[in-house]
């Protein structure tokens, strides 16, 4: 289903782009619903779509230790694939664990628009940067372990 | 004024010895001049005087028969009303088997001081303020103080250390004494400045002083604040060394600092203490002791078994903003009263003077706090504990509990208010209200320390002791009309849940409460059956993150500030935050991206409260006692000093 | 509990046996095992709930009978400036020691040596020291006390002057230049020797946060000499950080 311009805007991930930049960009995105359980892309798989969450959940898993261990879960307004924006193989694997509605971006698609425009690409790098820098820094939180000894 | 001749000062001793009074006064002892009881004017240090230069005391011999010819020796009133260590109660076994705690408060005593300076009478007021003249009023001392008899000494000379000029003490006693002594070779100048000294001066054989008297008077007092030899600019000093928190000076001066305590351990106002839980082997009795304790000690800024200033440079800065700067915001006036006894009594010759100054190279202010005189009447605070008997214990998670406490005759108490639960011999914590069920007080405690894993390990029945409840609160009527965010993290959600249950009993106040709630795991999740059942109220949103999954964990994964930043906040909203100082520092910085400004953020402050009381000085945060300001403080309060190393 | 003993002279265990008013409460409460020091009825094998340790690691034997111990014992703790600091055999640590020995034994063969004499803590962990040569009474006591009802013991890590001013000490260095470790020493003797007019030595080593440099520098303004200084941080607890540093600063 077709994604309108005014709804991407309204997403973090278009905070930086102008209204042109967003349309371009929504033509080549889609938007999907999927249900719980759903699993958007594995651990090790190739490079493919870029989501973000309009609704619902996804829960970002590892393999460790013969299982699967849960690493962070993302909601409405964030952004999930971003490896593939490096051509990366994907890190963890995505599944869908509250009914959720996507916005899905093929990551080639989406590159080929930075390429075209590097005013765009650098605007949609740099968010993906912000987020993911978010990331780390909350990942560093997690592992100070705060709760663990004190609190 | 009245003029007595020198042999009065016999009878001037005698007089203050009547009624059972112990004379303390000046007397040589092991080369200095000390303050000790003393029986007659023999006693005082005739012909003595003494010179002081940084780290360096002598006495030296004068040709002259004067008996206050010095300036200060080491001690000062301090110790006869705030002493070194005294006991503060016994816990015993009482008739009826239950455990009890009796108070050791001394009796009334009644004694003269003789020879007091004005700095030292200021250093008196100074410490009045902090044992009697607050909201709790500290028995022991009250009651050494309350009758004492004051005979002071205008200062005709000024030492090489002195700098009661600078900061408007002296040299000169105007207030805070029974009688007032000026001393020349042959005689004294007397006044009398209350009944009690003019009663005294009325035994005495004198005559009006002259015109000339008075006069020299004037003069030497004069003199004496001319020649000061150490000066230091007082003007808006503690502004200015706020301003300086990060002045490369304090690495400077603490490459000389021992950090040995010898400084607060002379300085008349200095009242910083700590106490010790003592048992006998056989476990029968226990005892509580109060004890001068130091900032530049590790374990005055312990909290959770590690030091928060932790270095020398560190502790001297607390003891320097504290002294010149935040007690001003505390008290109302400079807790340094110029007597130099720092300068003198340091073993690396430290020089206080000299160090502001290095430090006021900038005229950059801080904004601080103004001193809010006390209320109300003091209430005496003897830091004893009423019994308690444990109602019920809750499991919440592998290492934490839940005690409901049924308290001898219990006060009202606040959500956001501590309590001090103590078990006999091994010692007390500051514990946070949790809730009320039915006739019991609710704490929820995590094992981490010995005392905190010995009241994890109480059953129902089990006896302890608890005193409280103290500080201020949540502020509940603030939140009240407003949308409210709760932000907690691990056991922090303790001391909100009060909090919580009174908001969503009352929707009309509170009409939208959203609860952020992160922990480590999903087992360590606290009260999760009590959420579950809230989620029905109208108006109240949950959302529960967890720090590491676990295989059956289907809810969020991640820290709390992430649940903050994918939601949005109603215009106005006010926020309520507890949890480990990192996590309140990224949630506060989430909340400003979300329109939340800082004065409607409150949050709730780690520091070890030791005697809850705002005595012991344990707790300071910059300008303020956790305990009696705090815990619950509005961002914008501490927002300057919040999150800063070794404050 | 237990009460071993490796390198040194046994003034510490002896401290124990000079309990004389709480021995019988502790004999009540305590089982004591082994105690070569105090009887013949010994256990060196044995599991402990405590153990006494004494004396610094200074030979081989020593090394491996310390980690038998600690693996038999739930609680550690060492007692005195031998087994906290290395002690007064740490003087040699860093020299000569074949010389040592070839100077002092007529058959230095059967003399088997480390060649330094370290504290427990360099070997095994420790659950709570206690400083001194010899060792405090009451600290003691209260250590044995603590542990029995589950309190932290009181010990506190603070300099010895805070000791001297609780009591009302006239401060030796301040009125007469007499040279004092009391502001970088750890507190706990009851400031002992200023009690006596006499400056203090450094037995319980040095104190957390021991700034010895700005102590040196007061020593030499009132006139001490580098050899002098060596010689001052170069006593009981030579071998503790702080003082070891110190004295080689003015070598």
């Known amino acids: 289903m077709p994604i309108p311009p005014t709804v991407l805007a309204e997403l973090s991930f278009a905070k930086r782009l102008s209204p042109d930049a967003c349309a371009a960009l929504a033509e080549i995105a889609e938007m999907e619903t999927f249900p719980a359980g759903a699993v958007l892309f594995r651990e090790g798989d190739l490079p493919g779509g870029v989501y973000l969450v309009l609704d619902g959940r996804v829960t970002l898993t590892m393999r460790a230790g013969g299982g699967e261990s849960a690493v962070l879960s993302l909601g409405t307004d964030e952004l999930v694939g971003w490896s593939s924006l490096l051509h990366r193989t994907r890190v963890a694997t995505a599944t869908v664990s509250r009914a959720a509605q996507l916005v899905r971006i093929p990551a080639s698609a989406l590159l080929e628009l930075c390429e075209r425009d590097p005013r765009v690409g650098y605007a949609i790098m740099a968010q993906a940067f912000e987020d993911v820098s978010d990331r780390l820094v909350d990942t560093r939180m997690q592992l100070l372990d705060l709760y663990g000894r004190r609190g | 004024m009245r003029r007595i001749d020198r042999s009065q000062l016999e009878q001037l001793c005698h007089l203050a010895q009547r009624d059972g009074r112990t004379l303390i006064g000046p007397t040589v002892r092991d080369g200095a001049i000390a303050l000790a009881p003393i ?208 002045h490369p000076r304090w690495k400077e001066v603490a490459d000389r600092c021992l950090s040995c305590g010898n400084c607060t351990s002379v300085c008349p106002t200095c009242f910083c203490s700590t106490t010790e839980d003592r048992s006998d082997l056989d476990g029968s009795t226990a005892e509580r002791d109060r004890l001068w304790e130091s900032c530049f000690s590790r374990e005055h800024s312990e909290l959770h078994g590690h030091a928060v200033r932790g270095s020398t440079e560190q502790r001297y800065r607390q003891w320097l903003t504290h002294k010149l700067g935040a007690w001003v915001s505390q008290f109302g006036a400079s807790g340094c009263v110029g007597c130099g006894r720092c300068i003198a009594w340091c073993p690396a010759g430290i020089d206080l003077t000299e160090e502001l100054a290095a430090l006021s190279t900038s005229d950059a202010r801080a904004l601080m706090p103004v001193a809010a005189p006390c209320a109300e009447e003091g209430r005496d605070e003897a830091m004893v504990p009423s019994p308690a008997r444990v109602l019920s214990v809750t499991r919440e998670s592998s290492d934490v509990v839940t005690l409901a406490l049924a308290i001898d005759e219990p006060r009202p108490f606040a959500p956001g208010q501590f309590y001090q639960l103590s078990i006999p011999g091994i010692g007390e914590a500051p514990i946070s209200v949790s809730g009320r069920d039915g006739a019991g007080v609710e704490h929820t405690i995590r094992a981490v320390g010995s005392l905190t894993r010995a009241l994890c390990e109480l059953s129902p029945g089990s006896e302890l002791g608890v005193r409280g409840p103290y500080g201020r609160g949540w502020p509940m009527r603030e939140l009240a009309g407003a949308p409210v965010v709760v932000v907690a993290g691990g056991i922090g959600l303790a001391p909100l849940r009060e909090a919580l249950r009174q908001m969503l009993a009352d929707p009309q106040q509170y009409p939208d409460v959203r609860l952020f709630y992160g922990a480590r795991t999903p087992e360590d999740l606290l009260y999760a059956r009590e959420m579950l059942g809230w989620t029905d109220r109208r108006g109240f949103q949950l959302s529960i993150t967890v720090d590491r999954s676990s295989p059956t964990w289907r809810g969020n994964v991640g820290v709390v500030t992430r649940l903050l930043k994918r939601s949005t906040v109603p215009d106005a909203a006010r926020a309520i935050l507890c949890g480990p100082e990192v996590m309140m520092r990224f949630t506060i910085q989430a909340l400003a991206r979300l329109g939340v400004t800082h004065d409607r953020i409150w949050l709730t402050m780690e520091r070890h409260m030791k005697c809850a009381t705002g005595h012991c000085g344990r707790c300071q945060f910059g300008p303020y006692f956790v305990c009696k300001d705090g815990p619950v403080f509005r961002y914008d309060e501490v927002a300057s000093l919040f999150g800063r190393d070794g404050i | 509990m237990g009460v071993f003993k490796l390198a040194s002279c046994d003034g510490c265990q002896l401290t124990l046996l000079g309990c004389e008013d709480e021995l019988l409460a502790l004999a009540e409460r305590v089982e004591i095992a082994h105690f070569p020091e105090a009887s013949s009825r010994l256990d060196p094998h044995g599991t402990f709930d405590l153990v006494l340790v004494e004396g610094s690691v200074s030979a081989p034997f020593q090394r491996d009978e310390l980690l038998s111990i600690r693996a038999r014992a739930k609680k550690l703790v060492t007692i005195g400036a031998c087994a906290t600091s290395g002690g007064v055999q740490a003087l040699r640590n860093g020299r000569d020691v074949k010389g040592f020995i070839a100077s002092v034994y007529a058959t230095p063969e059967y003399i088997s040596t480390l060649d330094d004499s370290t504290p427990v803590s360099a070997h095994v962990p420790v659950d709570y020291e206690l400083r001194g040569c010899p060792i405090d009474k009451r600290q003691l006591i209260e250590v044995l006390t603590a542990l029995l009802v589950g309190r932290r013991p009181n010990i506190r890590d603070e300099s010895v002057c805070m000791e001297c001013k609780r009591q009302g000490n006239m401060c030796v260095l301040v009125t007469r230049d007499e040279p004092c470790l009391g502001p970088v020493t750890h507190a706990g003797c009851g400031a002992l020797c200023p009690s006596f007019d006499r400056g203090c030595y450094g037995c319980f080593g040095p104190k957390e946060q021991a700034k010895t440099s700005a102590l040196a520098a007061r020593f030499q303004r009132d006139g001490m000499v580098p050899v002098e200084l060596v010689r001052r941080f170069r006593g009981i607890t030579a071998g503790a950080e702080a003082f070891k540093k110190e004295g080689e600063r003015h070598e």
């Open chain 2, 39 to 246: 029986t007659t004017a023999a006693d005082l240090p005739v012909g003595w005087t003494d010179v002081q230069a940084p780290g360096r005391y002598r006495l030296s011999r004068t040709q002259g028969q004067r008996a206050f010819d010095f300036v200060v020796g080491p001690n000062s009133a301090k110790e006869q009303f705030f002493k070194p260590r005294e006991p503060l109660y016994r816990a015993e076994r009482r008739a009826d088997g239950r455990v009890g705690f009796v108070a050791i408060v001394p009796e009334p005593e009644k004694r003269a001081l003789l020879g007091v300076r004005a700095c030292d009478l200021a250093a008196i007021a100074v410490q009045d303020a902090v044992f009697v003249e607050g909201a709790m009023r500290d028995p022991r001392y009250a009651s050494r103080r309350a009758d004492t008899l004051v005979i002071a000494v205008h200062c005709t000379r000024a030492g090489s250390l002195c700098f009661c000029a600078s900061m408007g003490t002296g040299p000169k006693v105007n207030s805070g004494a029974d009688l007032a002594l000026a001393e020349r070779e042959h005689d004294l100048l007397i006044e009398a400045l209350t009944p009690a000294g003019e009663a005294l001066l009325a035994q005495l054989s004198s005559e009006e002083a002259s015109g000339e008297d008075l006069r020299w008077l004037d003069e030497s007092v004069e003199s004496a604040r001319a020649s000061m030899g150490r000066h230091v600019d007082t003007r808006a000093v503690h502004e200015r060394l706020f301003a300086q928190l990060e």
